[in-house]
């Protein structure tokens, strides 16, 4: 039980202090596990790390969204461009040993520290960027402060692959690296970076589930329902024989739910997948109540259970 008070209070601690700077807390919250569970290999570290940061993430961005600070195509941009570099840090952590893993922590640690504390030269007005491959935004807040700015594109991707590998190797969310960057290299304002940041977190976290991989879309079709420019829901095949064809990657984004976007995607490529003389069937796990009511409501009925095992290295 003290435990998971001292656990409940960190977590606190590293929510309260990651939202205000704009971070996911995960470069405070790693070294805590570090030293709390020195049995635990790296993998679960970060992963347990993650867990954290996308939770200070969304309540983060939730709040910055209120105060219309967030440049939304922006953040889905650098989003999108995080996935693979995700993806290939949580590939790469699982082959790193522990004693490895705190030293190139302490590393990176060390160097944005460092580069933090160099002094700052005069701040001076720089021409607008004018050319081919720039991004022109305006942002206009809650309190009618508008944030106007322009940025090299190939820059934002740049940084989204690179923010995307490190915190997924290290646990750290990505948001210490990630609004430095975004204020000094692509000159968004502070406040907007900060908030941006929040939503970049949340987004790479949230559509990013464990069977969907930078490859995966080549398995089949996929299809989505956009809101506002959000992609708020989305579907798409995998598995498939002349006879029959597996739906995959079905899920709503959480600001979404109960607008009925499932079932209506659903319901499209599974009259699609009948449509052309095959069978649709999907799997779905027994702890997913709200899918398994949607898909018996839907008229879908359970043909067997399947067993799984997650292995991993002792």
Not at 19 to 48: K, N, R, W
Not at 80 to 85: D, H, K, N, T, V
Not at 100 to 127: C, D, E, K, S, W
Not at 261 to 282: C, E, I, K, S, V
């Amino acid at each position: 039980m003290l435990e998971l008070m001292l656990l409940a209070l960190v977590g606190l601690i590293v929510g309260a202090f990651g939202t205000v700077v704009g971070v996911g807390g995960g470069f405070l919250l790693v070294p805590v596990l570090l030293f709390a569970y020195p049995s635990l290999d790296p993998s679960t570290v970060t992963a347990m790390s993650l867990v954290a940061v996308c939770a200070n993430a969304l309540s983060g961005a939730a709040a910055y969204g209120r105060q219309r600070r967030i440049d939304f195509a922006s953040g889905g941009l650098m989003a999108a461009a995080s996935l693979p570099g995700a993806y290939l840090g949580a590939v790469a952590v699982r082959h790193v040993e522990r004693s490895t893993f705190v030293v190139v922590f302490a590393v990176v640690l060390a160097l944005l520290g460092g580069m933090l504390l160099l002094p700052r030269g005069t701040q001076r007005i720089r021409a607008p960027l004018v050319g081919r491959g720039i991004f022109a935004r305006s942002i206009t807040d809650r309190q009618g402060d508008t944030f106007v700015y322009r940025y090299r594109v190939w820059q934002g991707l740049v940084i989204g692959v690179g923010v995307g590998f490190i915190s997924s190797l290290l646990g750290i969310g990505g948001g210490i690296l990630q609004v430095p960057m975004m204020s000094t290299v692509l000159r968004f304002p502070v406040h907007i970076a900060t908030a941006t940041s929040q939503f970049v977190l949340a987004l790479t976290a949230l559509v990013y589930p464990h069977y969907f991989r930078p490859r995966t879309m080549q398995l089949g079709r996929y299809f989505g329902i956009y809101e506002d420019g959000r992609l708020a829901a989305m579907i798409g095949e995998r598995l498939g024989t002349p006879a029959a064809r597996e739906m995959s990657a079905i899920c709503t984004h959480p600001d979404f739910l109960g607008r009925g976007y499932a079932r209506r995607l659903t319901a499209f490529l599974a009259n699609d997948t009948l449509a052309q003389g095959r069978l649709p069937f999907l799997h779905v796990s027994h702890a997913n109540t709200r899918a398994k009511q949607l898909y018996k409501r839907s008229g879908w009925r359970i043909r067997r259970d399947i067993p799984f095992w997650r292995l991993a290295r002792a």
